[in-house]
């Protein structure tokens, strides 16, 4: 399993681009790592989540790998992730965070 | 990033005290280690259970770019519990900070990897228009 953990603003994001963003990832992690995703699906609570000291809107997905990866790879795999959830929020590329780690 | 995530016992941080804190967080973070405003993210939750607070009633983990010395690390820490303390009320000996270093290469917002601290003048050049 490929531990995720996505954090989104409350009310950004519906309960079906939840599941299309969940389902997507999934395939990605498999097709990336040949791995499920556990995903940890957080909500920050209205009034909680601020950027650059604003109420924010960003989006954050954060994985941790499960084989080191060299830093042409990991570019190319934030840029497929982050592309994912600017397509399924509908978030753009400035409101979307994106890490990819290496093994714990 | 940095990423500030905030969890606290429900109750413990009013409503009104986190624009205050979260405002503290990011000029903190931006006098100590010089990164723009707009990299910093301060997220406030209560009773999460991927945070754990392990008796205390704060407990506050930031994920960092590496490169920040044990010096400018330190001083986030006290100034981010002094914040917590003065703006919420929240005894020092309740407040717990973290703080793990992400090199910069693991991470990408804007379409692009981030600058190594010290090299964010290009990267905000490149990004000024969507940024502001």
Same mark, same amino acid.
């Given at each position: 399993?490929?531990?995720?953990?996505?954090?989104? $603003?409350?009310? $950004?994001?519906?309960?079906?681009?939840?599941?299309?963003?969940?389902?997507?990832?999934?395939?990605?992690?498999?097709?990336?790592?040949?791995?499920?995703?556990?995903?940890?699906?957080?909500?920050?609570?209205?009034?909680?989540?601020?950027?650059?000291?604003?109420?924010?809107?960003?989006?954050?997905?954060?994985?941790?790998?499960?084989?080191?990866?060299?830093?042409?790879?990991?570019?190319?795999?934030?840029? $497929?992730?982050?592309?994912?959830?600017?397509?399924?929020?509908?978030?753009?590329?400035?409101?979307?965070?994106?890490?990819?780690?290496?093994?714990? | 990033?940095?990423?500030?995530?905030?969890?606290?016992?429900?109750?413990?941080?009013?409503?009104?005290?986190?624009?205050?804190?979260?405002?503290?967080?990011?000029?903190?973070?931006?006098?100590?280690?010089?990164?723009?405003?707009?990299?910093?993210h301060a997220f406030f939750f209560e009773d999460a259970p991927q945070l754990p607070i392990n008796g205390k009633s704060v407990f506050l983990f930031a994920s960092l770019r590496g490169g920040r010395t044990v010096e400018q690390k330190q001083a986030l820490v006290d100034r981010i519990k002094a914040s917590l303390h003065q703006r919420a009320g929240v005894p020092l000996s309740e407040i717990v900070v973290d703080t793990t270093d992400v090199p910069a290469s693991w991470v990408m917002?804007?379409?692009?990897?981030?600058?190594?601290?010290?090299?964010?003048?290009?990267?905000?050049?490149?990004?000024?228009?969507?940024?502001?």
């Amino acid at each position: 399993m490929i531990p995720v953990m996505c954090i989104v $603003q409350e009310g $950004q994001v519906s309960k079906a681009a939840e599941r299309a963003l969940k389902s997507e990832i999934g395939s990605f992690t498999r097709r990336a790592f040949d791995a499920p995703a556990d995903i940890d699906w957080i909500v920050v609570p209205t009034g909680s989540g601020f950027t650059a000291a604003r109420p924010s809107t960003t989006v954050i997905a954060s994985l941790h790998a499960n084989r080191d990866l060299a830093d042409k790879e990991r570019a190319s795999l934030l840029r $497929q992730l982050a592309e994912i959830c600017m397509r399924k929020t509908g978030r753009s590329a400035h409101e979307v965070v994106t890490s990819i780690r290496n093994p714990r | 990033m940095p990423l500030y995530m905030c969890n606290a016992v429900s109750g413990t941080i009013p409503e009104t005290a986190k624009p205050k804190i979260a405002a503290d967080i990011t000029d903190i973070h931006c006098e100590i280690t010089g990164a723009p405003r707009s990299f910093v993210h301060a997220f406030f939750f209560e009773d999460a259970p991927q945070l754990p607070i392990n008796g205390k009633s704060v407990f506050l983990f930031a994920s960092l770019r590496g490169g920040r010395t044990v010096e400018q690390k330190q001083a986030l820490v006290d100034r981010i519990k002094a914040s917590l303390h003065q703006r919420a009320g929240v005894p020092l000996s309740e407040i717990v900070v973290d703080t793990t270093d992400v090199p910069a290469s693991w991470v990408m917002e804007g379409g692009d990897v981030l600058p190594e601290p010290g090299e964010e003048d290009r990267w905000l050049e490149a990004h000024q228009g969507a940024m502001s």
